[in-house]
């Protein structure tokens, strides 16, 4: 995929803890741009609130003493989102950019993304430090609020960011943000999506999408089934499903798929398994990666990993499920 050259712009609310460190920046208004004047996070003021973000979001800036942080009004600015994040607003409204399906996953540089972003605390009040957390709890129950730690990480739940209607996601808590879901997609309880991954058209996912993995419309990554990403053992090979792909429960690759492919249930490819091919061949599976219309399957018999041409076609998405 291509890499997005041009810069972009967001307007938000950002929660700072109280020794100065930036917990989080949620954007509420975002947009690519041609060029931004240089990467920089500035204030805005209460008027540019207003006109930016709408009446809704006044009063919203405050101090919140339960949490002890102070949520501020900001508007950021990436001059090249070509460029590697520089902090975490900046990081932030890239993976706003992912989730609002502004930019597609691998366009974007997000090198060095796990180093800015802060371990948090991720409670129904919103982000909080860790060492706060007790005290936090405590203020809360004073005052008969509920107070839940839902994570502990340096990613949020996308849904409690960006929450397009146009997806189905069983349980938020398997979709991070920076996870791009096309139109149609269903996440499943069991399904995954990570951050910087996802879907480019109606897709059933009942298993994992691991970062940097991106799948095409008409898809099926079947109950349990698994897809190799780039975070893991400095993988730096990028894995994309083509249309039309099923992907069998309990099955994984660590290959690209062409159009149309099948992995049977149970069945892993790695890139350097041995593939018996119908001419008596065998490559390893890497030979195959990107190659439209194979069936993958481990014969009954002998044991060995095979891949055939396809004939018959499987059923594909349910219609219904995915309107």
Request: charged share 25%; glycine share 12%; aromatic share 4%.
């Amino acid at each position: 995929m291509t890499m997005e050259l041009r810069g972009a712009r967001g307007e938000g609310f950002a929660t700072i803890a109280a020794d100065g460190r930036v917990l989080d920046s949620w954007f509420l208004q975002l947009r690519l741009v041609a060029e931004a004047d240089k990467t920089a996070t500035v204030p805005l003021t209460k008027d540019e609130v207003s006109r930016s973000l709408g009446e809704s979001a006044d009063g919203y800036a405050r101090h919140d003493d339960i949490r002890n942080v102070d949520i501020v009004p900001i508007r950021a600015e990436i001059g090249s989102l070509a460029s590697a994040p520089t902090d975490v607003h900046d990081a932030y409204l890239r993976l706003h950019l992912l989730s609002h399906r502004l930019v597609q996953p691998n366009c974007l540089n997000l090198e060095g993304v796990f180093g800015l972003l802060p371990n948090v605390a991720w409670t129904t009040l919103g982000p909080c430090e860790c060492s706060r957390v007790p005290d936090a709890r405590m203020e809360a129950r004073k005052r008969a609020l509920a107070f839940e730690v839902t994570g502990v990480d340096k990613f949020p739940r996308m849904t409690d960011y960006v929450t397009p209607a146009d997806v189905r996601i069983a349980d938020a808590d398997r979709v991070r943000l920076g996870a791009h879901l096309a139109p149609g997609t269903t996440v499943m309880h069991e399904g995954f999506c990570n951050f910087n991954a996802g879907t480019l058209g109606p897709c059933m996912v009942e298993g994992r999408i691991s970062a940097g993995v991106v799948v095409g419309s008409g898809s099926d990554v079947g109950g349990g089934a698994s897809i190799m990403g780039t975070l893991s053992g400095g993988g730096k090979e990028r894995i994309t499903v083509g249309e039309r792909c099923l992907i069998g429960a309990n099955a994984g690759i660590g290959i690209s798929l062409g159009d149309d492919c099948i992995v049977e249930a149970g069945c892993y490819v790695t890139a350097g398994a041995r593939i018996l091919l119908e001419d008596g061949r065998v490559l390893k599976a890497k030979e195959l990666s990107g190659q439209k219309g194979l069936l993958f399957r481990r014969n009954s018999q002998s044991g060995a990993l095979e891949a055939t041409k396809r004939t018959p076609n499987w059923d594909g998405l349910n219609a219904q499920l995915h309107s």
